[in-house]
Nanobody, 129 residues
Framework: MHLVESGGGSVQVGGSMKLSCKAS????????MGWSRQAPGKEREAAAL????????FHANSVKGRFTISRDNAKNTVYLQMHNLRPEDSAMYYC???????????????????????WGQGTQVTVSE
């Protein structure tokens, strides 16, 4: 399974941006996908996650109310809509995917990056004053 991100770039504080992550056609039938981000000198953190049902989602406290994750399973694509961007949102954003046993899924996608086997190359988001 391959993941390709797009949509990054530069934006001013308070601006909006939408990231897309296209999975290859051999996408996992049951999966959690999401966006993690890593700023220079900081650990990678999960920003938003979404299960195959397109309903079960997670948003980190730092982005809650400003970012929204969604997915279009027909297009094998996950999106991250970002509003009211702040300088601290500047980071490399990575798309990730993990296989999930649908019978064991408890409504919460795994948070730790180590649980995700598939990663995109990343797309840079820079928020400037």
């Amino acid at each position: 399974m391959h993941l390709v991100e797009s949509g990054g770039g530069s934006v001013q504080v308070g601006g909006s941006m939408k990231l897309s992550c296209k999975a290859s056609d051999d996408a996992l039938p049951n999966n959690c996908m999401g966006w993690s981000r890593q700023a220079p000198g900081k650990e990678r953190e999960a920003a938003a996650l979404i299960y195959s049902d397109a309903i079960s989602t997670f948003h980190a406290n730092s982005v809650k109310g400003r970012f929204t994750i969604s997915r279009d399973n027909a297009k094998n694509t996950v999106y991250l809509q970002m509003h009211n961007l702040r300088p601290e949102d500047s980071a490399m954003y990575y798309c990730a995917a993990a296989a999930v046993d649908s019978e064991e899924f408890d409504g919460t996608c795994p948070y730790l990056s180590s649980n995700y086997s598939y990663w995109g190359q990343g797309t840079q988001v820079t928020v400037s004053e």
